[in-house]
């Protein structure tokens, strides 16, 4: 399966945590960079984290600190550890891989 697909999203409130997982079926997996990207209700998709097979980090500035991008490569999978979570990282996050975007996976930050 080349698409990728997002699990673990969900509903917390302002200072907790959910974890994020993208499975990419391929055995390429390993070779290519992930990222994950958000949107958030009116605004435009915008980059959260990514992670190359390295492998080396960036994220964005609103998350440093406080989110985690890692892979598995033995599982195909990238996660992205959300920590210290606030209302406005509320939005449907999306896993990517080259031109490939899964269908998202919803969270919601309650203040």
């Known amino acids: 399966q080349v698409q990728p697909v997002e699990s673990g999203g969900g509903l917390v409130q302002a200072g907790g945590s959910l974890r994020l997982s993208c499975v990419v079926s391929?055995?390429?997996?390993?070779?290519?960079?992930m990222g994950w990207y958000r949107q958030a209700p009116g605004k435009q998709r915008e980059f959260v984290a990514d992670?190359?097979?390295?492998?080396?980090?960036r994220y964005a500035d609103s998350v440093k600190g406080r989110f985690t991008i890692s892979r598995d490569n033995a599982k195909n999978t990238v996660y992205l550890q959300m920590s210290s979570l606030k209302p406005e990282d509320t939005g449907v996050y999306y896993c990517?891989?080259?031109?490939?975007w899964g269908q998202g996976t919803q969270v919601t930050v309650s203040s």
């Open positions: 992670i190359t097979n390295n492998p080396d980090t």
């Open positions: 990517n891989w080259g031109n490939n």
């Open positions: 391929r055995t390429f997996f390993r070779f290519v960079t």
